[in-house]
């Protein structure tokens, strides 16, 4: 079965510039989760879409956004971007029920100059 | 709010010793606890679990944590370290309410092997 993908791994942006990141879940799974991990802050919970519905979100600004479509794909926008945004952006995806496992991805590695 | 504290930011040992990286928590649920294991340049992988079932919970690779409600512990061992062992653990907590899916991660702990 394969994992979770990820992709772009690697993208370099501007400040004030926008970025959508795509993220595929194992198949089967409904829940995708984003957690942004910087050596300042470590890894911090972004916000959780299950069958095309947030359904947890965490602190981070509104520029932070995302969707699921029908076949539990996911995306993350962030727009506006700030220096502070440089970071690995993981996901993870789980089949959303039960307390089962998250199974995360390789990661993109954003660097805003 | 869930959180856990992870005690050593950096631990070495030399291979074929003992491991033991140290993690407290705090929680006003019955918590689900987590190890996972963080290769440069790879992605996060589980380690192992602990969801209130048996208070020793084995592991992949050797691993085991015990949970300690008295002491609000869940600290990793292996007996014997291995190089592949070279990594940085996180201890995690879940937010009951949220299921798996929201996840509180600790700062951290690297591990380096001496050879």
């Known amino acids: 079965k394969a994992g979770v993908t990820q992709t772009p791994r690697y993208l370099i942006k501007t400040r004030g510039q926008q970025v959508t990141l795509s993220c595929s879940p194992i198949?089967?799974?409904?829940?995708v989760s984003w957690y942004q991990q910087t050596p300042g802050q470590g890894l911090q919970f972004l916000f959780e879409y299950f069958s095309e519905t947030q359904r947890n979100k965490g602190n981070f600004p509104g520029r932070f956004s995302g969707r699921q479509f029908s076949n539990s794909r996911s995306e993350m926008n962030v727009s506006t971007l700030e220096l502070g945004d440089s970071a690995l952006y993981l996901c993870?995806?789980?089949?959303?029920?039960?307390?089962?496992?998250?199974?995360f991805g390789p990661g993109t590695r954003l660097t805003v100059l | 709010a869930q959180s856990v504290t992870q005690l050593d930011s950096h631990v070495s040992v030399s291979e074929g010793t003992p491991v033991l990286l140290r993690c407290n928590y705090s929680s006003s649920y019955s918590p689900s606890l987590f190890w996972y294991v963080q290769h440069p340049n790879k992605g996060l992988q589980l380690l192992l679990k602990y969801t209130s079932a048996a208070t020793l919970v084995k592991g992949i690779n050797g691993f085991e944590a015990e949970f300690k409600k008295s002491e609000t512990s869940f600290h990793l061992t292996k007996p014997s370290a291995h190089m592949s062992d070279a990594a940085e653990y996180f201890c995690v907590v879940s937010d009951p309410p949220f299921g798996n899916e929201k996840l509180t991660f600790g700062t951290g702990t690297r591990l380096t092997i001496i050879p």
């Open positions: 993870a995806s789980s089949l959303g029920t039960d307390y089962n496992e998250q199974f």
């Open positions: 198949s089967g799974h409904r829940s």
